[in-house]
């Protein structure tokens, strides 16, 4: 018999309580660890929907940011049109009230006629006297024969172009003819040359 050898020590047993201690021990470990599991795929589904939202979001304000910006450039080419076609009709009640002007009619009477203030006509035909001048000066400068101004015009012993007799002007003057016995030299010497 050998005298060395070590005796084995006895096995420990746990008692049924300290046994149950550690299982419940345990369960509480894996709850914890399941409970941190759904928390964290919770967290992460939730962070998930909001990047999706916020991806949604951003699309959502770039179309509108691009229909707005659509709609802005028709907005602008509408005026744009609108603001030509005013601007023609405007030149052509410009163009009417000097026509009419043009007929011997003071700015009252055009005033009168159109229905507007007598400053308001005053500005149309200014507006047409000013598009008339700019409208010849573009052809003195493309063409080779330059429009006579009223200079040349009495210069050159022509009647001169462009300025009209007033209302009162020519009913003085019909008045003096129709009043005096004698016509005037020009008549005068008229009919003696056809005599």
């Not at 998930?48 to 907005?75: C, G, S």
């Not at 000013?130 to 063409?143: E, I, R």
């Not at 001169?160 to 009162?168: A, D, F, N, Q």
Request: no cysteine; hydrophobic share 30%; proline share 4%.
């Amino acid at each position: 018999m050998n005298d060395n050898t070590t005796p084995r020590r006895a096995r420990s047993t746990r008692s049924p309580e300290a046994a149950e201690r550690l299982r419940r021990s345990r369960a509480r470990i894996r709850d914890r660890r399941d409970a941190a599991r759904k928390r964290e795929q919770a967290v992460s589904g939730a962070v998930k929907q909001y990047i999706t939202a916020w991806q949604q979001i951003t699309n959502i304000e770039q179309a509108r940011d691009d229909r707005i910006a659509a709609l802005h450039q028709q907005i602008a080419a509408a005026k744009e049109q609108a603001a030509t076609e005013i601007s023609e009709h405007r030149q052509r009640q410009a163009r009417a009230a000097a026509a009419i002007r043009e007929q011997g009619n003071t700015d009252d009477d055009v005033a009168d006629l159109l229905e507007i203030t007598p400053k308001q006509a005053r500005q149309l035909i200014a507006a047409a006297n000013d598009a008339a001048k700019t409208s010849a000066t573009l052809l003195g400068s493309t063409g080779d024969r330059r429009k006579p101004d009223i200079a040349d015009q009495r210069t050159e012993g022509g009647p001169i172009v462009g300025l009209e007799p007033t209302r009162s002007a020519t009913d003085t003057a019909r008045k003096v003819f129709q009043g005096s016995e004698t016509p005037p030299t020009g008549e005068i010497r008229e009919s003696t040359e056809l005599g």
